[in-house]
């Protein structure tokens, strides 16, 4: 059976302190590992896509990395901004998303 | 990307009603989704919304609760009949241009069942 796991669940940072979220996968044939970050009250926004083994993606603070039974996404320097729900889902080559239950990171000032 | 506007952004319901949620893109897609959010959850697919056709429910969902409406490729319905306090959730809609694609998500409309 498919299935996502996140840890932790809950985060705490100071600002500057970097740190990284992990989520380890379990899928017959992955086609595609996905991070999204969401905001109380809001829907999920897209971060990154990786598809196979050893790619790597950054946006700003943000870097995801991915290996054939987990990947992470590693926050530089976070900022109070930072601080929402981190989302991952994978995909095995359908259309349906199977998610992790996130973690919930808050960045203090 | 995708804009993807919903409407309702959120309501209060009376047990027993029902409510339709608008999923609207600015452009054409060829695959559009439903999920359900309950509180302090992670989001679970509801259904497949195909134009032209009935939609694809999954396990533990069915077309008389959740009928889905898709009439073109930049529009569709979810519409939560009968509902009962467990219904309170967000509810989202997604897109993506061929499966197993990046899907970009709406903002969601909160529902709340008294």
């Known amino acids: 059976e498919d299935q996502v796991t996140q840890s932790p669940e809950a985060l705490r940072l100071q600002e500057g302190e970097s740190s990284s979220l992990n989520c380890s996968y379990t899928?017959?044939?992955?086609?595609?590992l996905f991070w999204y970050r969401q905001d109380p009250g809001k829907g999920p926004e897209f971060l990154f896509t990786l598809y196979s083994a050893g790619e790597e993606k950054e946006k700003e603070r943000l870097k995801a990395t991915l290996t054939k039974k987990e990947s992470f996404l590693h926050i530089t320097a976070p900022k109070p901004e930072d601080s929402a729900t981190y989302l991952c889902?994978?995909?095995?080559?359908?259309?349906?998303?199977?998610f992790g239950t996130g973690t919930r990171l808050k960045v203090l000032a | 990307s995708a804009v993807i506007s919903q409407k309702p952004s959120r309501d209060i319901c009376q047990r027993g009603t029902s409510l339709t949620i608008q999923c609207q893109v600015d452009s054409q897609v060829t695959m559009m989704f439903w999920y359900r959010q309950q509180p302090g959850q992670s989001l679970t697919l509801i259904a497949t919304?195909?134009?032209?056709?009935?939609?694809?429910?999954e396990s533990g969902f069915v077309i008389d609760k959740f009928p889905i409406s898709r009439p073109n490729l930049t529009f569709s319905t979810l519409t939560v009949s009968n509902m009962s306090p467990e219904d309170s959730s967000i509810y989202l809609c997604?897109?993506?241009?061929?499966?197993?694609?990046?899907?970009?998500f709406g903002p969601g409309t909160r529902l709340t069942v008294l």
């Open positions: 997604s897109v993506a241009r061929t499966g197993g694609d990046t899907q970009y």
């Open positions: 889902a994978v995909t095995s080559g359908t259309y349906k998303y199977i």
């Open positions: 899928v017959s044939g992955l086609r595609g």
């Open positions: 919304a195909n134009q032209g056709s009935e939609a694809t429910y």
